[in-house]
């Protein structure tokens, strides 16, 4: 299959759950995991049917599942698999993320930015549904542009804009574009902040999307797995970052910022684990960063009714980092431990820390490192 010129290039992750609830689920998932890493997909799908057979509702294997469906170019497939996962775990953005990407592969872009509103509406700040969905937004505006072109060919204003989308996706392809024609990649939840538990990444993968005008179903390509995070430091690291003009604040200053800070963030997530909304809710800024589009009020519905929906919420906060701006400013960065009824998960989170009236608010809540 040759490359057509005009390729978005779209993020579709590949990694394993970290939902496991006994130690032989996870290492059943490791396996196949490994089935798949080595191109074995055959054996991996046999072994991923046999395990659900006696486990139906395991989310980590029927994420493998997925996964391999879609190494083995079995779209339709592959989407339903990820459809019922969003259907048990509405709360998790990566599954609708993969779909979307599913979908662009077989040019059905209203499905896929469908998809990805739903994944920005479950985790504001997952960069990656952002980025797709406006890679989306392009192409559907590069057909719009080109059935303006067919009704007036000489549209010069239409032909420019074409050319200009033509010309960012082709320089896209071609950075992001492995030495296969065409790739595929797999999917699973990073992470989420809701009830159910998100898996963490193991590796990624670009998808080719398909033409403006024929679109073709694309190709999978093998996996590359990505480093691991290297293992954090036992203790906390302060780090001050001062403008130019503004003196060093003292050592003492220092100190009783940090404390404060991993104070604030500790009482936060004991509020959360007590499922104490109302309080849970006040560690964020009046100007908290929220999805584009999104209100208050609506963020704060979904927050109360993903909290109330577990009998139990744990929530340990794991080797955290301080990093001071200035007096108002600051980022915390941790290992978030989230574990809720019998589900459990893993993932680093930054939290931009900001100053009013004495305490410290969560201005931004991200994802990642």
Do not use: C
């Amino acid at each position: 299959m040759s490359r057509s010129r005009m390729v978005p290039v779209f993020s579709f992750l590949i990694a394993a759950l970290l939902l496991a609830v006994t130690p032989a689920s996870a290492d059943e998932a490791q396996e196949i995991s490994r089935m798949l890493k080595q191109g074995q997909q055959e054996k991996a799908l046999e072994r991923a049917n046999g395990y659900l057979t006696a486990h139906p509702k395991d989310a980590q294997v029927r994420f493998l599942k997925g996964l391999i469906l879609t190494e083995q170019n079995k779209t339709g497939d592959a989407i339903k698999i990820f459809t019922s996962i969003t259907d048990d775990f509405p709360e998790l953005p990566e599954p609708y993320n993969n779909l979307a990407v599913l979908y662009a592969s077989q040019g059905q872009y209203e499905k896929a930015k469908t998809a990805l509103e739903m994944a920005i509406n479950t985790h504001p700040s997952y960069a990656t549904a952002h980025e797709n969905l406006g890679d989306i937004y392009a192409k559907m505006a590069s057909q719009a542009y080109d059935k303006a072109l067919q009704l007036d060919k000489g549209n010069a204003n239409a032909q420019s804009k074409l050319s200009l989308i033509k010309d960012i996706f082709s320089r896209q392809g071609s950075r992001a574009a492995p030495a296969k024609p065409a790739v595929v990649a797999s999917a699973a939840p990073a992470a989420a902040t809701a009830a159910k538990p998100a898996p963490a990444p193991v590796a990624a993968t670009p998808l080719v999307a398909a033409p403006a005008k024929t679109p073709t179903q694309t190709e999978p390509a093998k996996p590359h797995p990505t480093a691991v995070a290297p293992t954090p430091t036992t203790k906390p690291v302060v780090e001050a970052a001062k403008p130019a003009a503004e003196k060093a604040p003292p050592e003492a200053k220092s100190s009783d910022e940090y404390s404060a800070l991993i104070a604030t963030v500790d009482a936060w997530a004991k509020a959360w684990s007590d499922k104490n909304v109302a309080g849970y809710l006040k560690f964020y800024a009046p100007d908290l960063v929220l999805a584009k589009g999104e209100s208050r009020k609506n963020w704060e519905q979904t927050r109360r009714e993903r909290i109330s929906r577990p009998k139990s919420i744990s929530v340990d906060i794991i080797t955290p980092e301080v990093k001071l701006i200035d007096a108002n400013n600051a980022k915390v960065i941790f290992k978030q431990n989230y574990r809720a009824s019998s589900f459990k998960s893993e993932t680093w989170k930054t939290l931009v820390m900001v100053k009013s009236e004495g305490k410290w608010l969560i201005h931004e809540e991200r994802i990642g490192r």
